[in-house]
Structures are given as C-alpha cells and as structure tokens.
C-alpha cells in the first residue's frame, strides 16, 4: 500500500536554512504536497509540486522531487521562530483523489 | 468566508455515549473529508464525500458514521465512544489539488 515516510524532529538555529525530507513509496503519485500545522490549529497548503517537476521554488521555500528515489525534500531559507511546527508531506494520485499524509516532522527554531 | 467551521472545539465523553462532530465549508467544494490526528501516527482518512449523496470509507472508519447532510456539511457521529477514540478530529473540503482544513474538535473519551 501506499506510505510516505518523514524524520519525526529537526532543530535549527534562527537565520540557518532547514532541510526536511519525506519517501514515499506509490510511484503513481502525481501530486506531492507539503502541509504545516501550528500548534492549536489545522494543517495549510505551503506549496506543492506536480511529479513532471524537478523543483519548485516560492520565496523562503524550495521543494526537491527525486522521482527516482521517490524522495522529496523542503528546504526553508533564512528560518524564522514563526516557522517552528509540524510540517507534513502528502501525496495523491491525482488532484482529486484522497491524500496519503506522512507522520509529520516537528520543526523547532531555536533563537 | 468562514472557510472551514468545526464544533465543538472541545469534547469529553464517558465510554458508550454518542456525539455528532459538526463540518460546514462556505467555499461551494464538491469533496469533503474528515480525519483523525493521533501522536506519532500523523493524519489518518476516516470518510470522505467527493460529491453531495455520496460518501466513501477511508483508512480508518470502523466505528464512526458520516452523513453528507448537503453541500456544505458533512458530519461525523460516534455512535459508542471508545477510549480508542480519543483524538483530534479534522474535517477538509478539497477544490482541485488543495484541501482546506478546519481548525479540528479535541475530543477525550474516558
């Protein structure tokens, strides 16, 4: 069955750049995604990327998709305290079929 | 808009008792879902809805009930609490790849 694979827990210091990284194992999967959920609060969009893409860049964050590895990764520049929380990675076959979420990795940012 | 509403915020029930968890979205989306979030287990699918009139099992949905009520809400009752269930509930709609989510219902069942 489908899995999608994240690290649970990944500190770093306020103005360095975080890395987190997500498997997956469906090589069907066309849409990756990648959530972030603040303490008390739902889970929202950051960015996503369509498998036909290498990379996606939007301001701070930079998505990876290795295909071939079936490895995706987030890369947060210049990371902020406000950027301390859990972020999931997703994956679906299409854009209208359900998600399969990771477990979520705990961001913490620490001044 | 309101986006994605959930009550209540909170629950506590005694093992056995019934509740009804509450979603309403004022987005018009066609699909709605509602999941489960446990530590260490991330987001898991209990029901979906990808239309008015129709709703679908997920991963996890023994005992829990949905009623796609119209286009806007789409419910969830617990018919005999367990202590299994003690969660956080979240309820999405989806319009194309992006779901939205509600803020979640904390719910405790001892």
């Known amino acids: 069955g489908e899995d999608v694979e994240q690290s649970l827990f990944l500190s770093v210091r306020e103005g360095d750049s975080s890395v987190i990284n997500c498997t997956y194992t469906d090589s069907s999967s066309t849409y990756l995604y990648w959530y972030k959920q603040e303490p008390g609060a739902g889970l929202q969009l950051l960015t996503y990327?369509?498998?036909?893409?290498d990379m996606k860049q939007d301001q701070r964050l930079t998505v990876l998709l290795n295909k071939k590895d079936k490895h995706l990764s987030l890369r947060i520049a210049d990371t902020q305290t406000g950027d301390s929380a859990i972020y999931f990675c997703a994956e679906s076959y299409s854009g209208y079929s359900t998600l399969t979420f990771g477990k979520g990795t705990m961001l913490l940012v620490s001044p | 808009n309101a986006g994605v509403t959930q009550t209540p915020k909170f629950q506590v029930l005694k093992t056995g008792q019934s509740m009804t968890l509450q979603c309403a979205q004022d987005?018009?989306?066609?699909?709605m879902y509602w999941y489960r979030q446990d530590p260490g287990m991330g987001l898991r699918l209990i029901y979906y809805?990808?239309?008015?009139?129709?709703?679908d099992k997920g991963e996890v949905p023994n005992g829990y009930n949905v009623s796609r009520l119209n286009k806007r809400e789409f419910s969830l009752r617990l018919e005999s609490a367990a202590p299994s269930q003690t969660s956080v509930y979240f309820c999405?709609?989806?319009?194309?790849?992006?779901?939205?989510f509600g803020p979640g219902t904390r719910l405790t069942v001892t």
């Open positions: 990327i369509f498998s036909n893409m």
């Open positions: 809805s990808a239309s008015e009139g129709t709703t």
């Open positions: 999405a709609s989806r319009h194309s790849y992006e779901q939205y």
């Open positions: 987005m018009n989306h066609n699909s």
